[in-house]
């Protein structure tokens, strides 16, 4: 299999949120030819004034590209852009790469790589961890499963968008094991938030308590800049609630599938879930406020930043 290098391929993008976007323009800075397509055409005319080209539709896109790659909301949305009647696997010819970086189920992810074998379309599933700062600065780590060849052949695509890049297994090895590092990006988070609340009612400072907490060890990157954020009370999203209540729910799945009891996470679920219902449209470490609110010590603290 040739290396999927910029002077050697065209790439098809579809899905062009957060995540997305900021992918698809480091791919557009490192010389590749990319036309892309979103359900929301502002959102796929802004990459034009990097040299990508809007498609009309999923079917002309999946044409023309010897590599798709997609960034999509949910298991659902998956399903649709590759199966349906005007989807990917429609109009791709035999031989289209796809590179799939949605945050799905593993059997999604192994359905999508079975149903692109009968066409001649090799599927790898490259679940994406990282900030929306990760991906414009190309430092992201990337979560492989499927071909070994086609993982080896990628590495110029993945060069361009990350620091690191590990092939997990066969197909659906990649979303299992985002699944796991999201199961302790939002356990951790919630645990912080208990702490927090815990370190406030018991008299200490919020302002000093955030800033001595951000200097110990036991916080984890992922988590740092959410304390800075939070001691603003800034929880615009970032990584949205609904995203993170929707990556619980694949991992209370898989684990119900396993039989895996998994009680701390079935409680952070439960908390997110809870603040989700009074804002969808904040950040996951909204649960620090949501505790912060259970504890009664929200009043002088919940009001949003405003500019």
Do not use: C
């Not at 062009?16 to 791919?27: C, D, E, I, T, Y």
């Not at 960034?71 to 005007?86: F, H, I, K, M, W």
């Amino acid at each position: 299999m040739k290396r999927l290098a910029a002077d050697q391929i065209k790439l098809g993008f579809i899905g062009l949120g957060n995540m997305g976007s900021r992918v698809a323009r480091r791919l557009l800075d490192h010389g590749y030819q990319l036309s892309a397509y979103d359900m929301d055409p502002v959102k796929a005319e802004a990459i034009t004034t990097q040299g990508g080209v809007v498609a009309k539709n999923i079917l002309e896109l999946a044409g023309t590209a010897d590599v798709l790659l997609s960034s999509l909301t949910n298991d659902e949305a998956v399903r649709s852009v590759y199966t349906g009647p005007e989807g990917v696997f429609a109009g791709a010819r035999p031989g289209t790469v796809v590179l799939e970086m949605s945050t799905i189920s593993p059997e999604s992810s192994r359905e999508l790589h079975r149903l692109g074998a009968r066409g001649g379309i090799d599927v790898l599933d490259v679940a994406v961890s990282g900030s929306t700062t990760a991906a414009e600065q190309g430092t992201l780590t990337l979560l492989a499963g499927g071909n070994p060849e086609l993982f080896r052949a990628a590495k110029p695509i993945f060069q361009a968008i990350a620091k690191q890049y590990f092939l997990l297994g066969g197909s659906g090895s990649g979303t299992a094991m985002k699944l796991v590092v999201n199961t302790l990006l939002g356990v951790g988070m919630q645990a912080i938030a208990e702490a927090v609340a815990l370190g406030e009612k018991t008299g200490l400072d919020r302002e000093r308590l955030l800033e001595v907490l951000s200097k110990t060890a036991v916080i984890a990157p992922a988590h740092l800049g959410k304390l800075a954020r939070a001691a603003v009370n800034d929880y615009s999203p970032q990584f949205p609630l609904r995203l993170m209540n929707k990556d619980f729910q694949l991992i209370l799945q898989a684990a119900a599938e396993e039989r895996i009891p998994m009680p701390v996470t079935e409680a952070a679920f439960r908390v997110n879930s809870d603040e989700l219902a009074q804002n969808d449209e904040e950040d996951f470490s909204a649960v620090l406020r949501r505790m912060e609110e259970v504890a009664g010590i929200a009043s002088f603290h919940s009001a949003p930043v405003t500019s």
